[in-house]
């Protein structure tokens, strides 16, 4: 199947600090994103809708200015947590649609960040 | 707007023994793709199998299967001869133009 490489898979950060995380399709071209996050114990909550080259969609309750999305090519979306603070604490997922396989979502291995 | 839902947050199985996870969904399209999703401790999501709503039989994957059942709108997954292996989260999902998920259901493979 289609890998989805999710980086890093743990981050410690400062308060106030961004922090980046990746998304990259390794070997298929990602027309659609997906950014999740996910509470201990919990499923997965939609956050935004990452399409290459147009701005992403936000799901209610998302703070656009927050999670800063940026979706430059085919093969990368980015998730920015921006002025972080500790309830900013959580398991941020990403997944992929290939262009072959529209109906086949692929998920990044996750990325743990702590805000501290 | 599409909702899933799994009844139950945890279940437990003797090893080599059958389960059934439950997933009941609510949509008022006619085209679209139900999926159940593994997350092991590792938090890697893994597609189990996956149902496209226009087909009658129901998937098969070596050990798992399902019960669709469309007008009720239920969708079942049946792990049968249980592994260890399979301890993990289960997410029931369904998709549309993106995927929902369920609320997920605990799975102990107890030896």
């Known amino acids: 199947g289609a890998v989805v490489s999710q980086h890093p898979s743990r981050v410690i950060c400062k308060s106030g600090t961004s922090v980046k995380i990746e998304c990259r399709s390794l070997?298929?071209?990602?027309?659609?994103m997906f950014w999740y996050r996910q509470f201990p114990k919990q499923s997965l909550m939609l956050m935004a809708t990452?399409?290459?080259?147009?701005?992403?969609?936000?799901e209610q309750g998302v703070e656009k200015d927050k999670f800063l999305i940026n979706h430059a090519s085919l093969t990368l979306s980015t998730l920015t947590v921006t002025s972080a603070h500790p309830e900013d604490s959580s398991f941020y997922i990403c997944s992929a649609h290939s262009r072959q396989s529209l109906t086949e979502a692929f998920f990044g291995q996750g990325t743990r960040l702590t805000v501290v | 707007a599409q909702t899933v839902t799994q009844s139950q947050p945890e279940m437990s199985v003797q090893e080599a023994e059958t389960v059934t996870l439950s997933c009941t969904y609510d949509?008022?399209?006619?085209?679209?793709?139900l999926f159940w999703y593994k997350q092991p401790p590792s938090r890697q999501m893994i597609l189990v199998i996956r149902?496209?709503?226009?087909?009658?039989q129901n998937a098969t994957e070596n050990r798992f299967s399902v019960n669709f059942q469309k007008a009720a709108k239920s969708f079942s997954l049946k792990i049968s001869d249980s592994q260890l292996g399979d301890t993990a989260m289960y997410f029931c999902a369904f998709d549309g133009n993106m995927l929902t998920f369920g609320g997920g259901t605990r799975l102990m493979v107890k030896p």
């Open positions: 070997d298929f071209q990602a027309t659609t």
């Open positions: 949509t008022s399209e006619s085209n679209y793709y």
């Open positions: 149902q496209e709503a226009y087909k009658q």
């Open positions: 990452s399409n290459e080259g147009s701005k992403a969609t936000y």
